[in-house]
Structure formats: structure tokens, C-alpha cells
């Protein structure tokens, strides 16, 4: 039932205010008679969702000042209890300061902070609680107690921009947490909000996520038309970042679906404008994504060169994840180059720097170019142990593909020390779960096939000359989607694996080089 706000009244003449839960106006009115109130107003109370109309004495804008202040602090990496009490002692407002130094207190006590400021809806209501409770869930308080304060700081002129912007926000923490669905939902219905309102940079924003979820589902159209949106649409408000940001998404997409080269012409694009800027992070991103132009053609000296200059852009702005990446991914081109001892070095490096970041996906990306590294040196029991490692970690992230790539990699290295059953009983398991899609998310899907045919051409010869024949096929058809001839040419000339299947069936169809029994 509806709450109603109440002034009249008491027969001493005396004034009395308040708030009655009834049916109707007019059952407020009556029930209030039926107490001897003489009623002077009644009003239903709002049914606002917005933050803070704050009673007691506390304004919005103290809420909105505490709130900033609050995630600066948490931001430098102070403790909470602290800010709690540097923030109570210097507010100004004692009304307010009483509640502060009380969530203090009570936080000190062992409460949770949302906890702690859910006895006070007089300060915080439920919705400014519970994003601090999904923000402390999700390791992310800082950057929730800025949205809160600027969703205060502007609600009443931007209501229904910010609304979009909390929705965008809970759509991010979703994605955090790997509820992409929920992520996807909240996306769109902020999407609705921002078009609506013809906010075009937040909506530009909100494509780009949209995209970015597409991407992670396999859906690489619906991907392609949200990033170039974005695209378009921060260029046309004068986002360049937001531009270039969105141009890499794309470029990342478009390498995806098997055109290098066009997503090449994109990275390059999207390295102009950040260069043109002065946009160094950027500049270094679409550099490694050049870089991985090449190396899918086969074109080694220039990918090195991208990487190279990725990694030295990278290494003067401090970015750790970003160094990581181009070091294994100069790891990745020295060993497909036959430098297998120059690749291990910059896998090692990129391995000691993942591990101290925690980035996970490129640990193993690390452990698996370390095994091939050994692999290739013929050290086959140290090739076992960070092959299988690898695989442990991309299957934890639930990365099927790239799990089963490093499962063949690891079965390839034990087949070569001699543990043929064992390899071999490793290469049908990865197949049956591999099914239809064979090692469409790998890094070198022609590699493994070829890994796994080896294996199988003494145990399974049939499953063995039926690989082979859809391994051609694969090549066929991702060289088919290589835009630029030249950059075709390169990918099936220049890629040893490539190469190895063109010649393998130019032989088959003369009828040269292998002998049916």
C-alpha cells in the first residue's frame, strides 16, 4: 500500500506531521480523525528510486561530497576504517557526522561496510547501499562510490542519463563476474536509456561493451556491426579515445572472423589516430595488434618489428599487462621464426610478469609457448610438465579451446619421448570433445591438427588421412577470407604448417609423396 505525508492538527491546537500507510488519500483523512488530527495536508509520499532526498538534516550534497571524497581515499589504498574516520571528523554537518563515525564504528566491529550504512536510510537507502555491496563483492568500491557521487552530483539534471549510467555500471560488474547474460541485459536496457535521452557518447560506450559480450559468445557479426557503431559514433562527438578504443575491438573482431587483412588496415588506422593525439597506450595496443597481422600471414620480420615497438611504448608508460603481452607474443614469432632459444627467453620474461599481475590467460599463454620452446628442443619431459600446466590453467577458465590446443601440444611431446599409447589415447579424447568446431578458438589451429594427424598415422591411419583432409579444408577456407591477395599468398606460403598442408595436398592430388596400402 502507499505511504502518505501528513500535516495537521492535535485538539491541544498543537502542529503534528507524519507518515500513514493506507489504501487511499481518504482513508489517511479518516483514519487521521479518528486520532483527533484536524488534516491540513495529505500528499502520497514519491516514489523516487533516485539517490538521496535525505531527511534528518543531511543534504544530497553532503552525500555527494563524502561519496567523491570516499573514493579517492579508497582509490590511494587507504583502509576503511580510516577513511571512515578522517571523513566523520572533518564533516561539517553533525548530523551527518554521527552517521559516519557510526558505520565506522560498526565496520571496525567486523560489519561489511553496506552493512554498516544500511542502518542509516536516513543518509544511504537501498539502492546506494546495495551498489556498495556489489562494488565490495566484486573488488571494485572505488569506482562505485565515484558513480554514486556523480549520479547525486547531477541527478536532477541528468536523471535519466544517469540512470542509464548506473544501469551501464551494474551491466560492467555483471560482465566482472562472468554473468554474461545479466551483463548483456543491463547493457541494453542502458542502451535504451542513453538513444532516448541522444546521449551518443555513453551509448557509443555501451556498443562497445555490447560488442565486446557478442565477441565472447562467438557471435562475431553482431560484434563487427556494435564495435564499428561505436566507432562511428565517438568519432562523430569528438571522442578520439573512445574512437580508438572501439577501432581495436573492431580490428580484434575482424582478425577473428580470418580477414588479416583488413583488420591490419584497421590497426593501422587506429595507431594514426592514436599517434596523431599523443595517445601512447593506444598507439602501443594497435602496434601489438599489427604485429599480429603479420604473424597470422606469416610475415615474421614485421610482426617482430610491431611487437618491438609496442613493447617500447609499453615499457616507458609502465604498463605491466601490456609488456607481458608483447613479450610473449615476441616469444610466440621467435619460435615460429626457428629461434626456439630467443622465444624462450621472452616467454620466461612475460611468465614472471604475469604471475606477479595475476593475469591468468597469460600465464598459460606463457606456460604453452615455454612447452612448444622445449618441445622444439627436443626436451620432452620439461615439455610434458608446462604443457599440461598450460592446459590446467585454459581449462579453469573454461578456455575449451585453447585447453585441448596445449592437451595435443603435451600429447605431441610425450608421443616424441616415446609414449605412443598414451599420446595417442590424449589425441581421441581432444577430438571427440572437439567435435565439429575443431580448435576454432586456438591460437595455431593448422599447427595442432598437424600435431594431432602425426600421432595418428601409426594407431589410426583412417582418422588419421580424414584429419588431414579437413585440415585442407581449413586452410582453404581461411585463406579464402584474406581480403588482400598478396597477404593470401603470404599465409599459405609462409606459415610452415600452411605450407606443409598446400605441399601435402598438391602431392595427394598428382598422386606424389604418399603410398596407400
Known sequence: MPSYEWKGRD????????????????????????????VTTVKEKGKEIAL????????????????????????????????????????????????????????????????????????????????????????????????????????????TQVRGALMFLLAQIARYQGRNDEAADH?????????????????????????????????????????????????????????????????????????YSAARQIHEAGADRSRAIGYRMGEGDHLDNVGGTAWAVGDFELAIAQYTAALEIRELTGDAWGIAISKGNLGTTYRAKGDPRRAQTF??????????????????????????????LGEFDRAVDLLDAAAAIRAELGERHLANESLVAAATARWRRGDEHAAATMIEGVLAEEAADLFSGAVETTATLLRCIAVLESV??????????????????????????????????????????????????????????
Open 460 to 517: 589410426d591411419p583412417d582418422e588419421a588421412e580424414r584429419l588431414r583432409t579437413t585440415t585442407a579444408s581449413l586452410v582453404a577456407q581461411r585463406a579464402a577470407r584474406i581480403s588482400d591477395p598478396k597477404h593470401r599468398a603470404s599465409y599459405l606460403a609462409e606459415v610452415a604448417s600452411h605450407r606443409m598442408v598446400v605441399a601435402d595436398t598438391s602431392q595427394a592430388a598428382t598422386g606424389i609423396g604418399r603410398t596407400d596400402s
Open 11 to 38: 485538539r491541544n491546537g498543537n502542529s503534528q506531521s507524519g507518515v500513514l500507510i493506507g489504501d487511499s488519500k481518504d482513508a489517511v483523512i479518516a483514519a487521521l480523525r479518528r486520532q483527533q488530527i484536524v
Open 347 to 376: 616467454c620466461e620474461e612475460a611468465l614472471v610478469i604475469d604471475r606477479k599481475i595475476g593475469r591468468r590467460r597469460g600465464e598459460a599463454y606463457d606456460l604453452h609457448g615455454l612447452g612448444l620452446c622445449h618441445l622444439d
Open 52 to 159: 538521496p532526498r535525505i531527511g534528518g538534516g543531511i543534504k544530497s550534497k553532503d552525500i555527494a561530497i563524502f561519496t567523491r571524497q570516499f573514493s579517492v581515499m579508497i582509490d590511494a589504498g587507504l583502509p576503511l576504517v580510516q577513511c571512515l574516520d578522517i571523513l566523520g571528523q572533518q564533516q561539517e554537518n553533525k548530523a551527518f557526522q554521527k552517521v559516519i563515525l557510526q558505520v565506522r564504528q560498526d565496520v571496525e566491529a567486523g560489519s561489511s561496510l553496506a552493512e554498516a550504512m544500511r542502518k542509516h536510510p536516513q543518509a544511504f537507502d537501498n539502492l546506494y547501499v546495495n551498489m556498495v555491496a556489489a562494488g565490495e563483492a566484486g573488488g571494485i568500491l572505488d569506482t562505485i562510490l565515484q558513480r554514486l557521487a556523480t549520479y547525486i552530483e547531477k541527478e536532477v539534471k541528468l536523471k
Open 187 to 259: 547493457a541494453r536496457a542502458a542502451a535504451r536509456v542513453f538513444h532516448a535521452s541522444d546521449t551518443a557518447s555513453s551509448a557509443a560506450a555501451v556498443d562497445d561493451f555490447l560488442g565486446g559480450i557478442a565477441w565472447e559468445l562467438g557471435d562475431f557479426a553482431e560484434a563487427e556491426r556494435r564495435h564499428r557503431r561505436a566507432a562511428d559514433s565517438f568519432r562523430r562527438a569528438g571522442q578520439v579515445v573512445g574512437e580508438i578504443r572501439a577501432l581495436n575491438n573492431l580490428g580484434s573482431v575482424v582478425f577473428a572472423t580470418g580477414d
